[in-house]
C-alpha cells in the first residue's frame, strides 16, 4: 500500500470538543442572550437521531410585582413575559452554539426553573 502525501498545509489528526466544553458554551451564549449569570444555568445534551438536542434550566429576571402593579409595561423593558422570553431566545441560542463549536443541535428546550427579582430593566 502506497501513502498518499498530505497537501503542504494539512496536518493529520483530529479534533474533538469534549462535553464541558460544549456545556460552557452553551452556557455562556444562554446567559448572554436571556441575561442570566452561566452559573446559574444547568446545561445537557442529547441525541436526537444523529444531531444534539440542548436542554436548558434556569431563572429568569422579573420586575418586581409592585413595580408590575404601578407600571404594566416595565414587563417589556424586561424582554416580556417568561414564556416569550424563552421562545425567543431558542433560535439565537441554537445559532451561536452551533457558530461557536461546529457542532449540529436538532433543538433548544429551556426549562424555565424560578426567576430572580431584578430591580433595573433587563438590557439584551
Do not use: C, Y
Not at 489528526?13 to 464541558?20: A, E, F, M, P, V
Not at 449569570?37 to 436542554?55: E, K, V, Y
Not at 422579573?62 to 413575559?81: H, N, Y
Not at 439565537?92 to 429551556?110: F, H, K, M, W, Y
Request: glycine share 8%; proline share 9%.
Amino acid at each position: 500500500m502506497t501513502a498518499v502525501p498530505l497537501p503542504p498545509n494539512a496536518m493529520s489528526g483530529h479534533n474533538r470538543i469534549t462535553t464541558q466544553a460544549l456545556t460552557s458554551t452553551a452556557q455562556a451564549t444562554a446567559a448572554e442572550v436571556l441575561g442570566v449569570q452561566p452559573a446559574q444555568i444547568r446545561a445537557s445534551f442529547s441525541d436526537d437521531r444523529g444531531l444534539l438536542a440542548l436542554l436548558l434550566a434556569l431563572p429568569l429576571p422579573v420586575p418586581p410585582l409592585t413595580r408590575v402593579l404601578d407600571d404594566p409595561g416595565i414587563v417589556d423593558s424586561f424582554g416580556g413575559p417568561l414564556w416569550a422570553r424563552a421562545d425567543a431566545a431558542r433560535a439565537p441560542i441554537l445559532e451561536r452554539v452551533q457558530e461557536l463549536t461546529g457542532a449540529r443541535l436538532s433543538r433548544v428546550d429551556i426549562r424555565i426553573i424560578g426567576s430572580t427579582v431584578t430591580k433595573g430593566v433587563r438590557v439584551q
